[in-house]
């Protein structure tokens, strides 16, 4: 829930996918042991802030605060007050009878000027049992209030996740073959 409305005017998406070569038990166990790692050094810290398992489903339902440390350029860091170190919530939702690891994050940092839904799910490869599918989507929508500079923002946070998207597949990758190799 946003704290301030936004009115917004574009949308702009990113979408990955990957197949990590490990059972979903095994990615789903590991996703909590992700961070720190050296290939995502933005992530500075994860507070777990509820957690609970539904007792008719057995979904696990975890969440958390993510606090990351951003090089954002000179116009960006002005329109957002100068902040480098930003805010999201991620609610996780592990259904173990379904084999379904969804986690739903949205940014708490600038949102009176910038939206920025992910959506991330963990499911088993229905070819292959021991290999698990990775599906990542961002949102990005920018307010009215900063509607002049819409494509630029907009833009930069496409590439942004590109670029952390490709880091945190690497550094899952690492935690995965320590873990599990």
């Known amino acids: 829930r946003l704290l301030f409305p936004l009115i917004t005017f574009n949308m702009k998406l990113f979408e990955a996918t990957h197949t990590y070569f490990y059972k979903w038990s095994q990615v789903s166990a ?25 007792p008719e489903t057995g979904v696990l339902r975890t969440e958390r605060l993510i606090t990351c440390h951003q090089n954002i350029p000179g116009m960006l860091n002005r329109l957002c007050g100068g902040c480098t170190v930003t805010y999201a919530r991620e609610v996780s939702e592990i259904d173990p009878q379904n084999k379904v690891l969804k986690m739903t994050s949205c940014n708490l940092s ?15 490869d229905p070819t292959n049992p021991s290999r698990t599918l ?8 920018c307010g009215e209030s900063i509607s002049k500079f819409a494509g630029y ?29």
């Open 110 to 124: 600038m949102n009176h000027l910038i939206n920025v839904t992910e959506t991330v799910t963990y499911t088993v």
């Open 153 to 181: 923002i907009e833009n930069f946070f496409i590439q942004r996740f590109r670029d952390n998207s490709v880091q945190g597949r690497q550094g899952f990758e690492n935690v995965l073959d320590r873990l599990m190799g």
């Open 134 to 141: 990775f599906k990542q989507e961002a949102r990005i929508k």
């Open 30 to 54: 590991a996703n909590w042991r992700k961070y720190p790692n050296d290939n995502c050094p933005h992530v500075v810290a994860i507070d777990v802030l509820d957690r609970h398992v539904d």
